[in-house]
């Protein structure tokens, strides 16, 4: 069950590399387009997904937060302002997305709050019971080895701090799913191809969506690895889940 993420179809950039090294350099690849690409692909819609997901840990007042898969950071500087806690790290195997976040987040004058570093969710290069809360935006179905990311976050975790994950996931009812499937299909890797230079990303995308272990399946993965009071909550008609566990 540790390898559902491993076994999920990447572009083939350097096919002698692994998942993650090639995942990397292809959000290196796209890094200039990938925050136009987000509002644009999901109508805005995204950043609601994103403050929806962050209410769930706003009565625990975290202090010391760490985002994992952190991109351009936006869930980062999303966070800094709806949590308000002293310290947000964020990481990401990407220094292409890194360096958009750093420019960002220098731009809002957040840089007493918010530190991003190169990182890798299966080797987090923190103490056991560092932080208060951890948060996953669109990026836990890119893990290589998905069951050793999430034992990795729940080490660096306190004790009854908690995981948030926000992730894609895939419609059931008949008509939602019908357009959702032609819109990641086709719809998705073509605008994201014309935009982006790159449409092998965006088919990944749907790809890595299609593979990953949603809802219950999710859940009991989570469960497996040792969070407790997990709970999960799907948001536009299914399209994206909010998962929840506590250490």
């Given at each position: 069950m540790g390898n559902y993420a491993h076994d999920t179809v990447v572009p083939d950039l350097q096919s002698n590399l692994p998942k993650k090294e090639q995942v990397a350099h292809m959000f290196d690849e796209i890094a200039p387009r990938y925050d136009f690409l987000n509002r644009f692909l999901s109508a805005g819609i995204d950043i609601g997904w994103r403050k929806k997901a962050l209410q769930f840990l706003k009565?625990?007042?975290?202090?010391?937060?760490?985002?994992?898969?952190?991109?351009?950071?936006?869930?980062?500087?999303?966070?800094?302002?709806?949590?308000?806690?002293?310290?947000?790290?964020?990481?990401?195997?990407?220094?292409?997305?890194?360096?958009?976040?750093?420019?960002?987040?220098?731009?809002?004058?957040?840089?007493?709050?918010?530190?991003?570093?190169?990182?890798?969710?299966?080797?987090?290069?923190?103490?056991?019971?560092?932080?208060?809360?951890?948060?996953?935006?669109?990026?836990?179905?890119?893990?290589?080895?998905?069951?050793?990311?999430?034992?990795?976050?729940?080490?660096?975790?306190?004790?009854?701090?908690?995981?948030?994950?926000?992730?894609?996931?895939?419609p059931t009812a008949p008509i939602i799913k019908q357009f959702y499937s032609l819109y990641m299909n086709f719809i998705t890797p073509q605008l994201g191809g014309i935009f982006s230079k790159s449409k092998n990303a965006y088919q990944y995308l749907n790809d890595s969506v299609q593979q990953f272990p949603e809802g219950k399946n999710f859940i009991s993965i989570m469960e497996k690895v040792g969070y407790r009071h997990t709970f999960y909550k799907r948001l536009s008609f299914g399209i994206c889940t909010i998962y929840l566990g506590e250490k």
């Open positions: 009565k625990d007042r975290p202090v010391k937060v760490l985002d994992v898969a952190t991109g351009t950071a936006d869930l980062a500087i999303l966070s800094a302002n709806m949590l308000a806690p002293q310290q947000i790290v964020g990481i990401d195997i990407s220094e292409g997305m890194l360096e958009i976040g750093r420019k960002k987040v220098k731009e809002l004058k957040l840089e007493g709050c918010i530190q991003l570093y190169k990182g890798d969710s299966e080797q987090l290069a923190y103490e056991d019971a560092s932080f208060d809360a951890t948060t996953v935006a669109f990026g836990v179905r890119n893990f290589q080895q998905l069951e050793k990311g999430l034992s990795e976050i729940l080490r660096v975790l306190k004790p009854g701090g908690k995981l948030m994950v926000l992730e894609f996931s895939k």
